[in-house]
């Protein structure tokens, strides 16, 4: 609302100039029309006004629909003045017919609460709308305030006033809308059912355990999930992405009418591909904060219908369906295993798949081979022993104790690649993930000297929970054999992904170097260990040495 200019004190009230020369004034009325502009759509067609009571007046004169006559009969508050837009203006959307008397039964759903015209200004403008019985008051108030003299500039100051308050009741008024839209949306997500779920428990729990709780170690896995860089990089990663959406669109017949439950939704991509490619419900979850964006995507692209959105951990939430045919997931972390997300997914499997359902992606494959870089040594390791012309010996501590996550190039390998597990994702068992595994290579005709070995995963997505898919080949191998089969790979041979590949680089000052040359055979185990103290970390163990020889080790810390 426009301030009115102040008078000083040697204006005088009762001078009829001055108060023509203030309503005068250059952008007197503008700065009102400036502020106030606002566009008002119709109830129901696209037609626009400036304001709510001459559209109003429109759909009364064009349609027969009274608004105020509606509000006025059901004694409507706020609230309910808003329930009644939001039904007309559905009903004009869906093209099906308004009730011929709306009562207040209509308008008993809290799901009316939810805007069906984004930004609508009719709602902010609901207080400009005379009130219930205030016709009558308005044609006796115009002959008292002539009779007790006020002048143009006195009625002006008195409006605003009662304009200020009234701003200041709608936003009031607007706040508690808004609150009463985030629990209805609340409500019909789960969330709601969640926190009685968390209140169940924690009312089950014995008086007698005072105790705090421990840390969850896995709490910061899940806050770092709260952040877009992460999902945008996920997202962007098309290798990842495409496979998903080629496998979900390219078996629609798979889908369709079909329960899929996805654990970790993350923004809730493939919650909607499955939501686009006929599933008939599709239930998202996620422990992040990263939910509430995903309820907000989802709703955006009117897949609200078809997709629920439950936050917790798979472990703890109960789900609004007792099974599902279908299991979406992207659980997969460096090196395949890391971030330990993937007994999650058997948990839900053995609690909720039906026993012919299917798991996406179905097998995973891990690989391991030998590496040889001069460069890369060079430029990421030797370096620190001239830095500027200092050296820098001491960077180099510990240099050789962490696995690196990096890309390597193809020609860095120097032997033949070894699949060394391979994980039926329908039938693997939480032990299995935890092994140790025998491989085998056979160096290639370029080699010099042997740096360390280099892990990735290759990924397939079956489409039975019957079909098996040899170790022995690779994604591109797997994928070649079937029209339409989809599967993809980390490795160094392929277009690269945002999980890299694993190197493990030798320390060179605690292992032996071992003589190499074209075509010799080397043999090995790898271990994959849970890390203590790092529950969704790695302590992989690599022992090595050619055919017949003797064997030495290194452990690396992927945590």
């Given at each position: 609302?426009?301030?009115?200019?102040?008078?000083?004190d040697?204006?005088?009230?009762?001078?009829s100039?001055?108060?023509?020369?203030?309503?005068?004034?250059?952008?007197?009325?503008?700065?009102?029309?400036?502020?106030?502009?606002?566009?008002?759509?119709?109830?129901?067609?696209?037609?626009?006004?400036?304001?709510?009571p001459?559209?109003?007046?429109?759909?009364k004169?064009?349609?027969?629909?009274?608004?105020?006559?509606?509000?006025?009969?059901?004694?409507?508050?706020?609230?309910?003045?808003?329930?009644?837009?939001?039904?007309?203006?559905q009903?004009?959307?869906?093209?099906t017919?308004?009730?011929?008397?709306?009562?207040?039964?209509?308008?008993?759903?809290?799901?009316?609460?939810?805007?069906?015209?984004?930004d609508?200004?009719?709602?902010?403008?609901?207080?400009?709308?005379?009130?219930?019985?205030?016709?009558?008051?308005?044609t006796?108030e115009?002959?008292?305030?002539?009779?007790?003299?006020?002048?143009?500039?006195?009625?002006?100051?008195?409006k605003n006033?009662?304009?200020?308050?009234?701003?200041e009741?709608?936003?009031?008024?607007?706040?508690?809308?808004?609150?009463?839209?985030?629990?209805t949306?609340?409500?019909?997500?789960?969330?709601?059912?969640?926190?009685?779920?968390?209140?169940?428990?924690?009312?089950a729990?014995?008086?007698?355990?005072?105790?705090?709780?421990?840390?969850?170690e896995?709490a910061y896995?899940?806050?770092?999930?709260?952040?877009?860089?992460?999902?945008?990089?996920?997202?962007?990663?098309?290798?990842?992405?495409?496979?998903y959406?080629?496998?979900?669109?390219?078996?629609?017949?798979?889908f369709a009418?079909?329960?899929?439950?996805?654990?970790?939704c993350?923004?809730?991509?493939?919650?909607?591909?499955?939501?686009?490619?006929?599933a008939?419900?599709?239930?998202?979850?996620?422990?992040?904060?990263?939910?509430?964006?995903?309820?907000?995507?989802?709703?955006?692209?009117?897949?609200?219908?078809?997709?629920?959105?439950?936050?917790?951990?798979?472990?703890?939430?109960?789900?609004?369906?007792?099974?599902?045919?279908?299991?979406?997931?992207?659980?997969?972390?460096?090196?395949?295993?890391?971030?330990?997300?993937?007994?999650?997914?058997?948990?839900?499997r053995?609690?909720?798949?039906?026993?012919?359902?299917?798991?996406?992606?179905?097998?995973?494959?891990?690989?391991?081979?030998?590496?040889?870089?001069?460069?890369?040594?060079?430029?990421?390791?030797s370096?620190?022993?001239?830095?500027?012309?200092?050296?820098?010996?001491?960077?180099?501590?510990?240099?050789?104790?962490?696995?690196?996550?990096?890309?390597m190039?193809?020609?860095?390998?120097?032997?033949?690649?070894?699949?060394?597990?391979?994980?039926?994702?329908?039938?693997?068992?939480?032990?299995?993930?935890?092994?140790?595994?025998?491989?085998?290579?056979?160096?290639?005709?370029?080699?010099?000297?042997?740096?360390?070995?280099l892990?990735?995963?290759?990924?397939f997505?079956?489409?039975?929970?019957?079909?098996v898919?040899?170790?022995?080949?690779?994604?591109?191998?797997?994928?070649?054999?079937?029209?339409?089969?989809?599967?993809?790979?980390?490795?160094?041979?392929?277009?690269?992904?945002?999980?890299?590949?694993?190197?493990?680089l030798f320390?060179?000052s605690?292992?032996?170097?071992?003589?190499?040359?074209?075509?010799?055979?080397?043999?090995g185990?790898?271990?994959?260990?849970?890390?203590?103290?790092?529950?969704?970390?790695?302590?992989?163990?690599?022992?090595?040495?050619?055919?017949?020889?003797?064997?030495?080790s290194?452990?690396?810390?992927?945590?």
């Amino acid at each position: 609302m426009a301030e009115a200019y102040p008078r000083s004190d040697s204006e005088s009230v009762s001078s009829s100039d001055n108060e023509e020369q203030w309503l005068d004034q250059p952008g007197a009325e503008d700065d009102d029309e400036e502020q106030e502009q606002v566009e008002v759509v119709s109830l129901l067609d696209e037609k626009v006004f400036p304001d709510a009571p001459s559209m109003l007046a429109y759909c009364k004169d064009k349609f027969g629909f009274d608004f105020i006559a509606v509000r006025d009969r059901l004694e409507l508050d706020f609230h309910g003045s808003v329930k009644l837009i939001n039904l007309v203006r559905q009903s004009a959307k869906e093209g099906t017919p308004l009730p011929k008397e709306i009562t207040a039964e209509h308008l008993a759903d809290d799901k009316l609460f939810i805007p069906v015209l984004d930004d609508d200004a009719l709602i902010f403008c609901l207080d400009e709308l005379p009130a219930q019985g205030e016709e009558k008051g308005k044609t006796a108030e115009a002959p008292a305030a002539a009779s007790n003299g006020e002048g143009p500039v006195d009625e002006l100051l008195q409006k605003n006033a009662k304009l200020q308050a009234e701003l200041e009741q709608l936003a009031k008024q607007f706040s508690s809308y808004r609150m009463a839209v985030e629990q209805t949306l609340d409500k019909r997500w789960g969330v709601e059912e969640d926190e009685k779920a968390e209140s169940a428990k924690k009312a089950a729990a014995p008086a007698a355990e005072e105790k705090k709780p421990e840390k969850d170690e896995s709490a910061y896995y899940f806050e770092s999930y709260a952040h877009n860089d992460i999902h945008e990089l996920m997202i962007k990663d098309a290798v990842r992405t495409d496979a998903y959406r080629d496998f979900i669109y390219a078996n629609k017949d798979l889908f369709a009418g079909k329960t899929v439950l996805d654990i970790g939704c993350g923004t809730g991509i493939l919650s909607m591909f499955c939501a686009k490619a006929g599933a008939a419900r599709v239930i998202a979850v996620d422990n992040s904060a990263i939910l509430d964006k995903a309820r907000e995507n989802i709703f955006n692209n009117k897949l609200d219908h078809i997709i629920t959105c439950v936050r917790g951990r798979i472990e703890d939430v109960v789900l609004p369906v007792k099974e599902v045919d279908i299991i979406v997931s992207e659980w997969m972390g460096y090196c395949l295993l890391y971030e330990a997300m993937l007994p999650s997914v058997f948990f839900a499997r053995d609690k909720y798949l039906k026993p012919d359902g299917l798991l996406v992606p179905s097998h995973s494959s891990m690989w391991i081979a030998p590496v040889s870089d001069a460069e890369y040594i060079a430029e990421n390791i030797s370096w620190w022993r001239d830095v500027y012309g200092f050296d820098m010996k001491a960077m180099q501590t510990g240099i050789h104790t962490d696995a690196r996550m990096t890309v390597m190039p193809a020609d860095a390998v120097c032997g033949e690649a070894h699949a060394f597990r391979m994980l039926d994702l329908h039938t693997a068992k939480v032990e299995d993930l935890v092994f140790e595994d025998k491989w085998k290579t056979t160096l290639g005709d370029k080699v010099e000297a042997l740096d360390g070995f280099l892990v990735w995963f290759d990924c397939f997505f079956g489409e039975s929970r019957k079909e098996v898919v040899d170790a022995d080949l690779t994604a591109a191998q797997w994928a070649a054999k079937g029209k339409e089969r989809v599967a993809f790979t980390t490795g160094p041979f392929n277009t690269a992904t945002h999980w890299r590949q694993g190197l493990y680089l030798f320390d060179k000052s605690k292992v032996k170097d071992i003589e190499v040359k074209p075509g010799s055979k080397l043999t090995g185990e790898i271990k994959y260990a849970v890390a203590e103290g790092h529950s969704r970390g790695l302590d992989i163990k690599i022992t090595w040495g050619l055919e017949g020889g003797d064997k030495q080790s290194q452990t690396w810390l992927l945590h």
